[in-house]
């Protein structure tokens, strides 16, 4: 389930002087906890949709995928990483970055059920055209708790898109959640082996058959609230697709 600042405040024993670092949190900043510094590569007011005014004590401007935090070894007592990581071509050297940072944290993402999920009928979100799309289309990894760890997974969108992973329900946890302390301890799957791939997928549907339900995405009719919406938006051109298309 998603957590609100209340509970994050509570389970990580948040309080007026601890130092909060915030990795990506631009596009929807906390409300009730007070960030020390926010880390992204937007400024909340240029975030798209949900422009607004920094709230934390400073903004860094850093590509996380490219560049290390310009932060001093444990100089925060708390490090927040929500739904950041799953967009990244590269998340590990963050990962590794929060290790050094921080003194403990909070990872949440779209759990791999979620994730795998085909969309209602859209045209303009992503440029994905009038198709269903498994997820958010722009996510490159799904995460998965394994006993302690962190599993990483690439989202492999050809596998996705076969028959066996037409999924259109999913029933069980919206969001994966980790907390650490001292150390994220995590692995990542290798996309050298699209079979290896396979089986990821495959087992983990195994494991979570209650919580699934199949059905048509590639040729359906949708529900016209859907169908009508998406319309809207292309005819006044908005959706996510046209705010980063080329010009």
């Known amino acids: 389930m998603a957590r609100n600042d209340t509970f994050l405040i509570n389970e990580l024993n948040i309080d007026k002087d601890t130092k909060v670092l915030d990795i990506g949190g631009a596009m929807k900043q906390h409300e009730q906890i007070k960030v020390?510094?926010?880390?992204?590569?937007?400024?909340?007011?240029?975030?798209?949709?949900?422009?607004?005014?920094?709230?934390?004590?400073?903004?860094?401007?850093?590509?996380?995928?490219?560049?290390?935090?310009?932060?001093?070894?444990?100089?925060?007592?708390?490090?927040?990483?929500?739904?950041?990581?799953?967009?990244?071509?590269?998340?590990?050297?963050?990962?590794?970055?929060?290790n050094r940072v921080a003194k403990r944290g909070y990872i949440a993402t779209p759990s791999m059920g979620t994730d795998m999920i085909f969309s209602h009928f859209d045209i303009t979100d992503w440029l994905t055209g009038g198709r269903r799309v498994p997820g958010q289309s722009h996510h490159k990894w799904f995460f998965v708790k394994d006993g302690k760890k962190m599993k990483i997974i690439p989202k492999?969108?050809?596998?996705?898109?076969?028959?066996?992973f037409h999924m259109v329900e999913w029933k069980g946890e919206v969001e994966l959640e980790y907390y650490w302390k001292d150390k994220i301890e995590y692995y990542a799957v290798s996309d050298l082996n699209i079979h290896d791939l396979i089986?990821?997928?495959?087992?983990?549907?195994?494991?979570?058959?209650?919580?699934?339900?199949?059905?048509?995405?590639?040729?359906?009719?949708?529900?016209?609230?859907?169908?009508?919406?998406?319309?809207?938006?292309?005819?006044?051109?908005?959706?996510?697709g046209y705010k980063f298309r080329k010009r």
């Open 36 to 98: 020390d510094t926010l880390v992204d590569i937007i400024f909340p007011q240029e975030a798209p949709y949900t422009a607004s005014k920094l709230k934390a004590k400073r903004f860094v401007k850093v590509d996380i995928t490219k560049e290390k935090l310009p932060f001093k070894n444990k100089e925060f007592d708390v490090c927040l990483c929500t739904h950041t990581l799953e967009d990244l071509y590269n998340p590990f050297l963050v990962i590794e970055e929060m």
């Open 156 to 164: 492999n969108y050809a596998i996705l898109y076969s028959p066996k």
């Open 199 to 240: 089986n990821e997928y495959q087992n983990f549907i195994k494991e979570n058959r209650s919580y699934i339900r199949f059905g048509r995405v590639l040729y359906y009719y949708d529900n016209p609230f859907y169908v009508t919406k998406a319309l809207l938006k292309l005819l006044i051109k908005r959706g996510v």
